[in-house]
């Protein structure tokens, strides 16, 4: 019918195989139970087998199913039950179709095929639906992590992992310009701008041939590189004129804030720190918090302060408007010994949307 397979995320292990079966009459099937990562490659749709009132089971399958509405790809529910929780939660978790417990494995394979290719017409219809679908997942898990780090509370790894992964198929798949275009249609902002700055980095990587290890790093750091202006003042942040020399000053605070925000969690080792910390830093010292110059700025900082820098010039601002790809290089190659001149030159073809797509 098409690449890829179908997805069946379920608790139950003894028919676990059984359903696999049926469903592999439409493509082939991975199951997974509650908690285990994503297998490579691109599913075409995902079937839940789960219990939808086990607190512990929803939690595990959580980073999945942010996976399976990044994608776009629909979802149907096998549920226990039809009551109105039951069902709230099905369509919570992001499934387009919740069939009873009383369902033949003949009316499951319909109705997913059905879904499939209702999917597959509005893909055709839509070029960048799948993007947008990214776009609009990798929004609200930074929101969702922002809105932690505001209250103080712990940031949750697992939607870092899930927006990290969500940036690296979207560039892949799209590439940095048609992200950039449908993250610039959300709320202006540092949501946006972080959303930017780690497409930028899943572009950068793939142009220099990262590992997808390394990728995952520095996307990564990119997403959380600003992570400290969540405790800024939103008058600060969102003022729509210059900043007075004492916003300034509260506004430059935040790479300390975020790096020692994040030093108090479990889970973020010392090059995360650093680029938090270091990534308004310059080569030539002039940079801030610390005036680090040189060799005291690691290649992490070098990198997503490029893709930092390139986004804000790049971004309409409450203050000013955007200029455009070449502008925004141009300006760069001026600020001279500030920047590292060879992965300068090296990212130009991202910052003209030129690059090809990552590494999958």
Request: hydrophobic share 50%; net charge neutral; glycine share 8%.
């Amino acid at each position: 019918m098409r690449d890829g397979f179908i997805l069946l995320i379920t608790d139950e292990p003894r028919t676990a195989r059984t359903l696999a079966g049926s469903l592999a009459r439409l493509l082939p099937c991975i199951a997974l139970l509650p908690g285990e990562g994503l297998p490579p490659g691109r599913f075409q749709a995902a079937v839940l087998d789960v219990a939808l009132d086990d607190a512990a089971i929803l939690a595990g399958i959580r980073r999945a199913m942010s996976r399976v509405r990044a994608r776009g790809a629909p979802c149907l529910c096998l549920a226990r039950d039809l009551s109105p929780v039951t069902l709230a939660r099905a369509r919570a978790l992001g499934a387009a179709q919740v069939l009873p417990p009383t369902a033949s494995q003949a009316e499951l394979r319909a109705t997913l095929l059905a879904l499939i290719e209702a999917e597959a017409e509005a893909r055709a219809a839509e070029p960048l639906r799948q993007a947008r679908a990214q776009a609009a997942e990798a929004n609200a898990l930074v929101s969702r992590l922002f809105q932690a780090a505001a209250n103080g509370v712990a940031l949750s790894l697992d939607d870092i992992d899930a927006g990290t992964e969500i940036v690296l198929e979207a560039i892949a798949e799209a590439g940095i310009r048609a992200w950039l275009d449908v993250i610039r249609t959300h709320e202006i902002g540092v949501y946006q701008h972080s959303l930017g700055v780690a497409g930028y980095a899943g572009a950068f990587a793939g142009l220099l041939g990262f590992r997808r290890h390394d990728q995952e790093r520095l996307v990564r750091a990119a997403l959380l590189h600003d992570v400290g202006k969540a405790r800024i003042p939103l008058a600060i942040l969102n003022k729509p004129s210059s900043l007075s020399a004492e916003e300034m000053a509260v506004m430059r605070r935040h790479p300390v804030i975020g790096a020692a925000l994040l030093a108090r969690q479990p889970g973020f080792d010392a090059e995360i720190l650093d680029v938090v910390r270091h990534h308004h830093e310059m080569l030539d010292g002039s940079g801030y918090p610390d005036g680090l110059r040189g060799g005291a700025i690691g290649d992490l900082v070098r990198l997503v302060t490029i893709c930092d820098i390139c986004s804000a010039l790049t971004e309409r601002r409450p203050y000013r408007a955007p200029i455009g790809p070449a502008e925004a290089w141009a300006a760069m190659d001026r600020m001279g010994q500030k920047l590292d001149r060879q992965l300068l030159a090296a990212f130009r073809p991202v910052a003209m949307g030129l690059a090809a797509a990552a590494v999958p």
